[in-house]
């Protein structure tokens, strides 16, 4: 399943989740009935009474879905391999109230791959937000780190959030900007 939805889910276990846009952290109990409304890039958009909730991907069984499974990666993985895999695992980040993923939003302002000694790999990203007050900041910073953390020989992963330069529309790709309506 990808994109937008309205299907009705029922909460299978205890389960933590996020409140948009505000990013505090909640319990969403068993047997919690509401609407999926977004399932992007492996982590879900739910709205409960009035209040919209990301439950993260590791969850989706929480709510019948099935996880996303980690990243191939070729064998005998070049830098430039990971590079391009590390792109792709951050184009499945969304921001849950953007059906447009953070690259092509234009969110991400650097990233760095260093191979290590020991045949692994150092990974440092910059990124922003499209409002340096966003409450789901932190949020967007943990899923980056997360998905590129589970890649196979990234053994250190740093996203550090910047609001240099600031963010603003032009930095989206062609399709993000028809995505959005800005086109």
């Not at 990203?125 to 943990?142: F, K, N, R």
């Amino acid at each position: 399943m990808f994109g937008h939805t309205n299907e009705p889910v029922t909460i299978e276990r205890d389960v933590t989740a996020v409140i948009i846009p505000i990013g505090e952290t909640v319990t969403l109990r068993e047997g919690t009935v509401g609407f999926l409304t977004q399932a992007l890039g492996g982590s879900f958009t739910v709205y409960v009474e009035g209040n919209l909730f990301r439950i993260a991907g590791v969850d989706a069984d929480a709510i019948g879905k099935e996880p996303e499974p980690p990243p191939a990666i070729p064998e005998n993985a070049t830098d430039e391999d990971i590079e391009g895999v590390i792109w792709d695992q951050l184009k499945t980040c969304y921001d849950p109230e953007i059906p447009v993923n953070i690259v092509d939003l234009g969110l991400i302002y650097r990233l760095d791959v260093k191979p290590q000694p020991d045949g692994h790999r150092s990974v440092d990203v910059d990124m922003t937000l499209t409002a340096p007050g966003c409450g789901m900041g932190e949020i967007l910073v943990q899923d980056a780190q997360e998905k590129i953390a589970i890649i196979p020989t990234v053994a250190d992963v740093r996203v550090e959030l910047v609001f240099d330069p600031p963010w603003n529309q032009t930095m989206m790709s062609d399709e993000a900007r028809l995505a959005t309506g800005l086109m």
